[in-house]
C-alpha cells in the first residue's frame, strides 16, 4: 500500500484546512485507515480513523475534524475546522489490515510520508 499525503500548509486560528491521502497498490475496502498527528517532540497521537465499523475521533477533535473517503476509496481527507494552535503537527495517513483500536499508530502497518499543518 502506498499512501501520499497533501493539502498542509499554514492557517490562522479559526480557519479551516482539508487533508488528503491518496491510496494505491494492494489496498482493500476492509482495510481500516487513519489520520494521525505528531508535533515535535512529542509522539504520535491518533487523530480520526474510519473503517467498516464507522469513524472514531480524538476527544480533542470531536467536533472539528471529519474523516471521510471518497466513493472510489481511493482517498482519504481529514476536514479541519477551527483550528486551534494546539493542532500544529506534522499529519499522516495510515492503513491497517487488523485494527481493533483504532487510534494505536502501533496497528497500523503503512504509512505516508507526513504533511506539515500549522496554526498560528
Known amino acids: 500500500v502506498q499512501l501520499v499525503e497533501s493539502g498542509g500548509g499554514s492557517e490562522q486560528a479559526e480557519g479551516s484546512l482539508t487533508l488528503s491521502c491518496t491510496v494505491s497498490g494492494n489496498h482493500y475496502d476492509n482495510y481500516c485507515m487513519g489520520w494521525f498527528r505528531q508535533a515535535p517532540g512529542k509522539e504520535r497521537k491518533g487523530v480520526a480513523s474510519?473503517?467498516?465499523?464507522?469513524?472514531a475521533y480524538a476527544d480533542s477533535v470531536k467536533g472539528r475534524f471529519t474523516i471521510s473517503k471518497d466513493n472510489t476509496k481511493t482517498t482519504l481527507y481529514l476536514q479541519m475546522n477551527s483550528l486551534e494552535p494546539e493542532d500544529t503537527a506534522t499529519y499522516y495517513c495510515?492503513?491497517?489490515?487488523?485494527?481493533?483500536?483504532?487510534?494505536?499508530?502501533?496497528?497500523?502497518?503503512?504509512w505516508g510520508q507526513g504533511t506539515q499543518v500549522t496554526v498560528s
Open positions: 474510519i473503517d467498516s465499523d464507522g469513524t
Open positions: 495510515a492503513s491497517g489490515v487488523y485494527v481493533m483500536h483504532k487510534l494505536d499508530p502501533i496497528e497500523y502497518d503503512s
